[in-house]
């Protein structure tokens, strides 16, 4: 019996792949220039401290809040043993947060009366100001410097005036959906120098990954994978070519039920990790420690943060 050749209906059809076209004309805005490494920051930045720490917030309208910090530790101070001198030293901090959709006010002030301010305001949608100084007795170190801020539909750009003549400008733009470039360049008359930076930043659901190069010498790559929603895991390089100095870092930031825990380790031996612990509403405790081996300088710190 003669086979029977297979109909045409029997062929499973092959549908031509068409790749998914770009709307250049619509892109999206890109992060500012100054926060592309804020992921691979919060792992390998972590906050650390020494000694013990105490924080208290005290909301008193949901726009405006005040807040104590307290803290006990010991300072560093120059010497010329090779291992860290320290001195008991104690600290408190007085602040004043108001807060709203378009305008930001936040104030420190120390016991020595160093006094610290930032300040942010809406002027428009897209053009908002920002503002940030530091008072202190101590020579050379107060210090002022305003950002003109201006986010188009796909790129942002700044205006940087402060302090010893430094004026700067930088601008970053979409390229497509993922990609954003972005370059900078700066001023400082005080000091009578100047130069130019570039830097490049990818981005999708599962990774980041961003390099910067400035003529100062500075060259800085970074990786992030995002195990989960609640895991990522950091890489860094920096590198200056002038100096010829290089780091290399490995980092996590893991959001835990009750919990959050970061920390990282660096091609100078140095270990820190840093846990948040909420207990409570309102309630949290702090663990801070740091392990430098090379320069045999060991930081352990505990904390409780307290605030409606």
Not at 44 to 55: H, I, M, N, T, Y
Not at 81 to 93: A, D, M, Q
């Amino acid at each position: 019996m003669a086979a029977i050749p297979p109909t045409t209906a029997s062929i499973p059809s092959q549908t031509p792949k068409v790749d998914e076209h770009v709307d250049y004309k619509n892109l999206p805005c890109p992060i500012p220039f100054e926060e592309i490494h804020r992921e691979a920051l919060m792992s390998l930045k972590p906050e650390s401290f020494e000694g013990a720490r105490f924080d208290f917030n005290k909301a008193l309208t949901p726009n405006f809040f005040l807040s104590h910090s307290a803290t006990m530790g010991p300072m560093e101070v120059p010497s010329q043993s090779p291992e860290t001198l320290k001195i008991p030293t104690s600290n408190y901090e007085f602040g004043a947060n108001y807060i709203d959709p378009k305008l930001m006010l936040i104030g420190r002030i120390t016991k020595e009366g160093r006094l610290s301010a930032r300040f942010k305001y809406d002027l428009l949608d897209d053009l908002s100001i920002k503002a940030n100084g530091q008072l202190t007795n101590e020579p050379g170190m107060s210090h002022g410097m305003g950002i003109l801020d201006y986010k188009g539909s796909d790129y942002r750009t700044q205006f940087q005036f402060g302090s010893g003549a430094l004026l700067g400008a930088n601008y970053i733009q979409s390229v497509t959906p993922n990609l954003s470039l972005g370059g900078e360049i700066f001023y400082a008359g005080e000091h009578r120098k100047s130069g130019v930076g570039y830097a490049a930043r990818y981005s999708n659901d599962k990774m980041v990954a961003t390099g910067q190069v400035a003529s100062t010498g500075m060259v800085a790559l970074s990786y992030v994978q995002k195990a989960s929603e609640k895991m990522s895991l950091a890489t860094e390089l920096m590198y200056n070519y002038m100096s010829r100095d290089v780091t290399a870092s490995v980092g996590y930031d893991a959001i835990l039920r009750q919990a959050r825990v970061r920390g990282k380790i660096d091609s100078n031996g140095c270990v820190t990790t840093f846990v948040e612990e909420r207990l409570s509403p309102g309630f949290g405790f702090l663990l801070s420690a740091e392990l430098d081996h090379w320069k045999k300088d060991y930081k352990f710190g505990f904390g409780m943060n307290v605030g409606e």
